[in-house]
């Protein structure tokens, strides 16, 4: 096949230390490649973020694969059996950061690209990639930044392929459709500091806010729907206290999130909240983030290509599922009806000794490139 295989570009991707939101020269390497097989590639840098769209054709349907070459960082390296930016092979796996999430899937996005160009190189609509490396980070000068210029060209997008890590268990036996909204708080509870020995010259902020606290997290926001389980509320940080023992805190802040369903929005759950916070009497303040609002792609011809293909090649019939983090699939789903994600098993994304197994980059080539048969009718 034209132009090596997928373990060896993905190898050189992980070879490149692009630490969000450095892209390290990864997008220059993929521009590269891409132009020898006919692509028109162009660099959006927004800030310090760099962005690659490439395209090949003009004509609808225009078939895009969305990944991110920006890493997390590597936490101790001495935890690592190997370099982290050494790509290595041992025990029929691929070490190194990114090697999951997603530099493995970017590598095999371009693979099946290639090789259905050499195949079908006058074929019908378009061939697209929509690169970022902004994913890891704020995401705020990342494929958001592509998206809106995009639509301001009124260049929109037919499907879209999100190589995200989305396998469990097995490579194929789970695909992304949607997403979960993110919704976070900060909040701040006021009491009076004093000391711990005089009770009734203090007001303990930590025991003030506790029932509202418990009542926060025993509180059913919604039942979800078929597509989505229900919206769940976690506290993920409580910080009070002057750092010694005698000394009642004059504030405490608690950090907390929503995975909202669509049977929520973030105005309710903040509405909620309140009513909550004002029933206990509580002096507070609280800055809300909306990180993603949720959403759901329609279940069309890309679904059923990709499904038909993950079966094919994987012998699984792959759930359809909204579960999991966010992901750029909430930004591309404003241009572009009917958007999936599906990439390697994500036992090991953000972890020491990242890894992913080399049968997977054989087996997801093909299942991306039988993908883009069907969709350009080049069967």
Request: proline letters at 5%.
């Amino acid at each position: 096949m034209p132009n090596g295989n997928a373990l060896e570009l993905a190898k050189e991707l992980i070879a490149r230390k692009s630490l969000t939101p450095e892209d390290a020269g990864c997008q220059q390497l993929l521009a590269e490649r891409l132009s020898r097989a006919g692509f028109k590639c162009e660099s959006m840098k927004f800030g310090d973020v760099t962005n690659l769209w490439a395209r090949r054709g003009t004509a609808h349907p225009v078939v895009c694969f969305a990944g991110h070459t920006d890493v997390v960082p590597t936490g101790p390296l001495k935890e690592w059996h190997s370099d982290p930016f050494v790509p290595t092979v041992r025990d029929g796996k691929l070490f190194g950061r990114g090697a999951a999430d997603m530099k493995s899937s970017i590598a095999c996005f371009v693979v099946a690209a290639e090789r259905f160009v050499a195949e079908h190189p006058n074929h019908a609509g378009s061939i697209a990639l929509l690169i970022t490396s902004d994913e890891e980070g704020p995401a705020v000068d990342g494929t958001v930044r592509v998206v809106e210029v995009l639509k301001k060209r009124k260049e929109l997008v037919d499907y879209c392929i999100v190589g995200e890590p989305s396998s469990v268990d097995m490579l194929g036996d789970t695909l992304k459709i949607g997403r979960r909204g993110s919704l976070s708080g900060h909040l701040v509870v006021r009491g009076v500091q004093g000391h711990v020995a005089y009770p009734h010259l203090v007001k303990n902020p930590i025991h003030l806010a506790a029932p509202a606290l418990a009542e926060l997290a025993r509180t059913q926001w919604d039942k979800g729907n078929e597509s989505f389980p229900p919206t769940s509320f976690q506290i993920s940080n409580i910080h009070a206290g002057t750092g010694v023992g005698n000394v009642v805190p004059g504030a405490v802040e608690i950090d907390f999130n929503f995975r909202f369903s669509t049977e929520s929005t973030d105005q309710s759950l903040r509405k909620r909240v309140a009513e909550i916070l004002k029933r206990h009497a509580l002096d507070y303040a609280i800055d809300w983030v909306l990180g993603a609002k949720p959403f759901l792609s329609k279940r069309g011809r890309l679904a059923e290509m990709v499904l038909q293909a993950n079966k094919r090649h994987t012998g699984s019939n792959g759930e359809l599922s909204t579960t999991g983090g966010t992901s750029d699939a909430r930004f591309i789903i404003d241009i572009c009806p009917e958007v999936i994600e599906l990439g390697p098993i994500n036992t090991t994304i953000h972890k020491l000794n990242e890894h992913i197994a080399l049968v997977e980059l054989e087996i997801l080539p093909l299942i991306y490139l039988d993908t883009l048969r069907a969709l350009l009718d080049a069967r």
